[in-house]
C-alpha cells in the first residue's frame, strides 16, 4: 500500500483576502490577486500602503490586507507624493480606474509623474465606469456603446480615446510605463513580471512607475466574461496597443 | 517553501484539484483554459448564488497540475495539490 | 523671549515650525504667497546646511512641496496627516473654495491638520484686498456633510503666530482639521511680536497609516459607510466630538464690559480698530465694552447670552462682510437685545471715527 501525502503547489496568499464583490470573472479580481501574489512574493505586505480610487474598487483595501488610505476622486497621486515623500521606508501603491485618473484625476497624475515621485501607479483600463453603472470614461472607444453614448462613441461630440501611456511618455522622469492585459495566461503572466518590476523599480528607488492593465467590465459591457476578454484582446489593443513605452 | 521545492523533485502520483465553492462565482474561465477538459460547471449552487465550478480526473491523460486554472481564476477560488509517496 | 518684527504671513510660518511641522504643500495665491514662499526658504536653507554638513535648523520640516493646483495641496495635507506627521496649507477666499472636497474628507476622516485662509475680496475672483467674506464657509462648513472646523481668528502678527501653535495641538488632541481664518490686512501687516511658550503636546497616533507592520488589523484612512449603521456609529462618535470641543475649547476676549450698555462685537482686524473706537467712546462718556470671538467654531454662544442677559441692550456686529457674523450673534443674543450690523466690505477697513459714529448713533 503506497503512502502518500497531498502538498499545495501554491502557497496561500497572505495578502490577497477573495471573497469580493467584484462581478465574476472581472479583472480587478484578477489584478488584486496578481498585486497580493507580487507583494507575498516581495515580501512587502508589512510596508505597503494602498491607495484606494472612487470606483468599484472602492473597497480594494477589503481584499488586500495592508494599510491604506480611501481618497477622493482622481487626487491618489497627490495622497501619495505626501505620503511617500514622509515615509519613504513605506512602499506606496495607488490603484486607479479610468475614470479616476484619466478624467477627474489627469491633472493630478501628470503632475505626480513630472515630479518623478517615487510611488507606483496601476491603471485599470476598462473603458467604461464601472461602479457607476456603465457610462462614457475618456477611455471609451470610438463607436462603443454606453450608457451616455446611447449610439456609441462619436469623435465630434466626445473626442478620442484617451491614450495615458502615451500621454505619460513625453514626460522626462517617469522610469517605466507598460501596457499590459489579463485575457489570457500569457498575459497574466506580463501583467503578473510588469507588476513586479514596477514594485522593485520603488523598492530599488529608481523612480515613478506606471502599468495600465486593459481589463474587463463583463456587467457593463454586456458580455459574458469569456466574451468580454476576447472583446479586450481583439478591440481593445487595437486602440491601446500592449507593450513597454519606457523601461529607464 | 521546502514543501513546493519538492513537488519538482519528485514525480507526484496525481494531482488534485480542488475549487472552494464559497468563492467560486462561477466565472468558467478557468473552464475555458483547462487544457484536459477537467472543469466544468455544476448544477449547484453556492449561498451568494452562483453556480460552482466541479472539478473532475480522467483516467487516461488526466491533470498535469499544470496550474492554468489557478493562475487564471479571479477570486483564488482553486486550490492545487500533487500526492506524493512518501 | 524677545521681541521680533515680521509680516502677519511670516509669523504663521514661523509659529508653525516652532509647533514642529513636518509637512507643507501649497499654491500661490495672493495675499498668501507670502507664506509658501517664507516656507520655501526655509527649507531650502536647511537642505543648503546639510549639504554643507551642518545641522539642519528644523530637522523636522522634511516636506515642502510647491503642488499643481490648490486641490493637489489638500488631498496632499490629506495623505501627510493620514501616516501621522503635522501638516499644513495655506491659501486664499478662491483657493480655500477648491479645497472644500478635501475638507470635508479630511473632517469624515478625522485627519488633523492646519489649513490657513488669508481671506481677500469676494465671491468669485473679487480682489486681492481684505474682506471677511468666508465666515459661513469656514464655521458653517463649506464642504460637503455634518462636519465642523476648528476656526481660530487671530487679530494681530502676534495671534498668528500663537493661534498656529495652538490650532496643531488642538488639531492634534481631538483628530480634527482647523482653519487659521484672517484676512489680506493682517498677513501683509508688519508688527512686533513675541513667541509665547505654548509647548508642543504630543499624541499618540495608533490610527496612522504606516503599513500594517505586525498589526493584526489594518489601519484605513476611508469615509465610505455603505450601510447605515456604521454610518450612524461614526456619526455619532464625530458629534460627540464636536460637542467635547464645544465644551472645552470656546476662547474669547472682553474689554471694558462690566458696566457696558452697547456691546461691539468682531472679529480679526475689524475688532482691533473697534477696541480703540470703544476707547474713544469712553471718553465721551459712552458705556460700551468690546466681545472678541477668538474660536469661531465653537462659537461664544454662551457669553453672549450671559452679557445680554445684564445691563447690555444694544450689541453692533462690525464686519467685513455682509451680515454673515451677525448671525451667529443673534443666535447667541437670542432676542434679548438690539443687533445691528455696521458691514465694511469691498476691501475697506473701517476706521475707529467710523466705528465710533456707528457707536454713537446707536446710543
Redesign the interface.
Known amino acids: 500500500m ?10 496561500e ?1 497572505q495578502t ?1 483576502l ?3 464583490h ?9 489584478l488584486h ?1 496578481i498585486l ?1 501574489e507580487i507583494i507575498d512574493e516581495l515580501g512587502i ?5 494602498l ?2 480610487p472612487i470606483g468599484c474598487s ?2 480594494a ?1 477589503s481584499y488586500l ?8 476622486h482622481g ?1 491618489a497621486p ?6 511617500k ?3 519613504p ?3 506606496v501603491i495607488t490603484y486607479q480606474g479610468d475614470g479616476d485618473l484619466a478624467a477627474i484625476g489627469t ?2 497624475i501628470i ?1 505626480a509623474a513630472n515630479r518623478g515621485e517615487m510611488f507606483t501607479t496601476i491603471f485599470v483600463n476598462n473603458a467604461v465606469y464601472g461602479m457607476t453603472g456603465g457610462q462614457m470614461a475618456p477611455t471609451t472607444l470610438l463607436g462603443q456603446k454606453s450608457t451616455t453614448t446611447p449610439g456609441g462613441r462619436v469623435a465630434e461630440y466626445c473626442g478620442y480615446p484617451l491614450r495615458v501611456c502615451e500621454l505619460l511618455n513625453t514626460l522626462d522622469a517617469p522610469v517605466y510605463l507598460e501596457r499590459v492585459s489579463l485575457f ?2 500569457e498575459h ?2 506580463r501583467t503578473k513580471a510588469a507588476i513586479r518590476k514596477a514594485l522593485i523599480n520603488q523598492i530599488e528607488k529608481r523612480g515613478f512607475s506606471l502599468v495600465e492593465v486593459l481589463s474587463n467590465c463583463p456587467t457593463n459591457w454586456k458580455m ?3 466574451q468580454s ?1 476576447n472583446f479586450v484582446k481583439q478591440e481593445m489593443t487595437k486602440v491601446f496597443p500592449l507593450g513597454v513605452f519606457r523601461d529607464k | 517553501m521546502m514543501l513546493y521545492r519538492k513537488i519538482h523533485l519528485v514525480r507526484p502520483l496525481s494531482y488534485q484539484v480542488k475549487i472552494l465553492e464559497d468563492r467560486c462565482k462561477g466565472c468558467q474561465l478557468c473552464v475555458n483554459v483547462c487544457p484536459k477538459s477537467l472543469l466544468k460547471p455544476s448544477t449547484r449552487a453556492n449561498q451568494k448564488g452562483y453556480l460552482v465550478i466541479e472539478w473532475e480526473d480522467s483516467k487516461v491523460g488526466g491533470c498535469m497540475g499544470c496550474g492554468a486554472c489557478y493562475e487564471v481564476c479571479p477570486e483564488q477560488a482553486i486550490r492545487i495539490y500533487a500526492e506524493i509517496e512518501k | 523671549m524677545s521681541k521680533l518684527y515680521m509680516k502677519g504671513n511670516e509669523a504663521i510660518v514661523e509659529g508653525a515650525l516652532k509647533a514642529g511641522v513636518e509637512g507643507f504643500l501649497g499654491y500661490p495665491i495672493t495675499p498668501a504667497s507670502e507664506i509658501i514662499e517664507t516656507f520655501a526658504q526655509r527649507y531650502f536653507a536647511d537642505r543648503e546646511r546639510e549639504k554643507r554638513g551642518e545641522k539642519p535648523l528644523y530637522p523636522k520640516f522634511r516636506l515642502f512641496l510647491q503642488m499643481e493646483s490648490e486641490i493637489a495641496s489638500i488631498n496632499a495635507v490629506m495623505g501627510g496627516a493620514s501616516v501621522g506627521c503635522r501638516v499644513m496649507t495655506a491659501s486664499s477666499s478662491p483657493g480655500i473654495s477648491l479645497k472644500q472636497e478635501g475638507i470635508s474628507y479630511l473632517a469624515a476622516c478625522e485627519l488633523p491638520c492646519v489649513i490657513v485662509n488669508i481671506m481677500r475680496g469676494g465671491p468669485g475672483l473679487g480682489s486681492i484686498q481684505p474682506e471677511q467674506g468666508d465666515y459661513f464657509q469656514a464655521v458653517k462648513g463649506g464642504g460637503h456633510g455634518d462636519y465642523k472646523l476648528i476656526v481660530l481668528a487671530p487679530n494681530s502678527v502676534q495671534e498668528m503666530a500663537e493661534h498656529t501653535m495652538l490650532l496643531f495641538n488642538l488639531t492634534d488632541k481631538y483628530r480634527n482639521p482647523g482653519m487659521i481664518l484672517t484676512d489680506g490686512y493682517l498677513g501683509q501687516m508688519k508688527e512686533s511680536m513675541e513667541f509665547p511658550d505654548i509647548p508642543i503636546e504630543k499624541y499618540e497616533k495608533p490610527w496612522a497609516v504606516t503599513g500594517i507592520g505586525d498589526r493584526e488589523t489594518q489601519n484605513i484612512i476611508e469615509s465610505l459607510f455603505l450601510a447605515p449603521e456604521p454610518m450612524i456609529e461614526a456619526k455619532t462618535k464625530l458629534w460627540q466630538k464636536y460637542k467635547k470641543i464645544e465644551s472645552n475649547e470656546v476662547r474669547y476676549e472682553i474689554y471694558k464690559v462690566e458696566d457696558a450698555k452697547i456691546l461691539v462685537t468682531a472679529y480679526g482686524t475689524p475688532s482691533r480698530v473697534a477696541k480703540a473706537a470703544v476707547d474713544l467712546a469712553r471718553e465721551k462718556g459712552v458705556k460700551v465694552g468690546l466681545l472678541r470671538p477668538i474660536t469661531l467654531w465653537p462659537f461664544p454662544y454662551k457669553i453672549y447670552a450671559d452679557l445680554t442677559s445684564n445691563q447690555i441692550d444694544k450689541v453692533l456686529v462690525v464686519e467685513m462682510s455682509f451680515g454673515q457674523l451677525l448671525e451667529d450673534v443673534k443666535l447667541g443674543v437670542e432676542g434679548r437685545a438690539e443687533v445691528r450690523l455696521y458691514a465694511v466690505y469691498g476691501g475697506i477697513v473701517p476706521t475707529e471715527k467710523d466705528i465710533l459714529e456707528k457707536i454713537m448713533e446707536f446710543d
Open positions: 503506497r503512502v502518500s501525502a497531498l502538498i499545495p503547489k501554491y502557497p496568499p490577497y477573495g471573497r469580493t467584484y462581478c465574476p470573472g472581472c479583472g480587478h479580481s484578477t490577486k497580493g505586505r508589512k510596508k505597503v500602503i491607495i484606494e472602492v473597497i483595501l490586507k495592508v494599510d491604506g488610505i480611501q481618497g477622493p487626487r497627490a495622497i501619495a507624493t505626501a505620503v515623500r514622509l515615509r521606508q513605506n512602499i491633472n493630478e503632475h489570457d495566461l497574466i503572466s459574458s466574461p469569456k476578454w
